[in-house]
């Protein structure tokens, strides 16, 4: 499909943006001692203030709040090269196993467990990829989309959540966190269902696509099929590494395979499972909300820690956002990367790293902190 007019402020083919790509290109490669990528994802103006909700019923707004990113993306000046935005995945895949889905007050979709225990597992089917609602308005979006902007801006590719995550949305919290004990047989049933599912709406989702980039949501992105992003939140942080090891990593080892490779998204503090992550073939990137309050970093790049094997094995993007900030550095991102986030990095080089910026903050804009950023790692010989 060939591009047409479009409300877009800038040249897709620049020198600027296709630096951005290179740069993103060579730290997915972990090409030896390349530039760091510095991205930034928020945009320097005001994003039109629809929700996820509203957004989803009507695709005018979409558009727009769409295009508006795009835009402010490729305005900061950052690493960062804009995209065609499409939904957040979370509730997509429970609600095609008959979750419930609802808003909350921010127009946030999420799902209402459709199973009380692991018991009505069995009585479980497997659903049919497109007949729900939430999977098939991304795919008339995705229609929508190309062709009222055509294709010479890429679009972002969804995140998989991962088998055990939507398990944790299918079934109550409590009941399959102990089935892992109780029922692990069952478990393993729900997580197969899962795992097919997903990877058949995953390539129609791909193939749906005429301009897509890598790994996609939760990742600055570029035109090569490097793998797909999948979010692995819930096992991550609440199995113990023997329960990851039997009940995540293998479904996680299945998305790889299919898709030439996973981008492991998460919350929190999972360093307990980042040795598991390591484990994953093909695995070949992750995300860390770095910083005291969420992901901790260790002191120094020598110590014998998981982020420390994770620098030596893989791409990783670091991405220090509010709640890392801590108590101690609260209202203070520019101080946490100055005083934090850069002195435990930097000394283990900058093959393999993509780094956030410190965005807008302590009296900088958006654009201002990517230079901000940027200086501070020429300032340290990088």
């Known amino acids: 499909m060939q591009s047409r007019a479009r409300p877009f402020d800038f040249d897709p083919c620049s020198d600027r943006i296709r630096q951005a790509e290179q740069r993103l290109r060579d730290a997915y490669a972990r090409v030896p001692d390349a530039e760091a990528a510095v991205v930034e994802p928020s945009s320097p103006t005001p994003l039109p203030p629809y929700t996820e909700e509203q957004c989803l019923k009507d695709f005018d707004r ?33 609600e095609a196993f008959g979750c419930e889905v609802g808003f909350n007050p921010d127009g946030i979709a999420w799902a209402k467990p459709a199973l009380s225990s692991m018991s009505q597992v069995a009585a479980l089917r497997m659903p049919k990829v497109g007949e729900s609602w939430m999977i098939r308005r991304l795919a008339e979006w995705i229609d929508f989309a190309q062709r009222a902007l055509g294709t010479e801006v890429p679009m972002w590719t969804v995140d998989l959540q991962s088998p055990f995550s939507v398990a944790c949305q299918i079934v109550e919290h409590e009941e399959i966190l102990m089935g892992v004990y109780t029922d692990p047989k069952a478990v393993h049933v729900l997580c197969r269902m899962i ?11 791909l193939a749906q696509l005429e301009h897509p980039n890598f790994p996609g949501r939760n990742f600055p992105s570029i035109p090569d099929r490097i793998g797909i992003c999948i979010a692995d939140d819930t096992p991550l942080v609440m199995l113990s590494p023997e329960m990851y090891r039997e009940f995540a990593l293998p479904y996680n080892a299945e998305l ?15 360093r307990v499972n980042l040795d598991n992550l390591l484990a994953i073939p093909g695995v070949r990137s992750v995300q860390a909300h770095a910083g005291p309050g969420e992901f901790p970093l260790p002191e120094s ?7 420390n094997r994770a620098r030596r094995a893989v791409t990783c993007f670091v991405d220090p956002n509010d709640l890392s900030c801590g108590d101690a550095y609260r209202g203070r991102k520019r101080d ?25 903050a302590q009296g900088l804009t958006a654009s201002e902190g990517v230079c901000w950023t940027r200086e501070r790692l020429c300032r340290r010989g990088t």
């Open 301 to 307: 790049a020598q110590d014998d820690a998981p982020f």
């Open 62 to 94: 979409m558009l727009a709040k769409s295009v508006a990113w795009a835009n402010g993306l490729a305005a900061t000046g950052s690493d960062w090269p804009p995209f065609i935005n499409t939904y957040c995945t979370v509730a997509m895949v429970p």
């Open 336 to 360: 946490l990367f100055e005083r934090y986030v850069l002195p435990r990095i930097l000394p283990g080089g900058t093959t393999g790293l993509i780094l956030q910026s410190c965005g807008a």
């Open 195 to 205: 795992t097919d599912f997903s990877i058949e709406w995953m390539r129609r989702h």
């Open 256 to 270: 790889s395979a299919a898709f030439g490779g996973v981008h492991v998204h998460s919350c929190g503090d999972y």
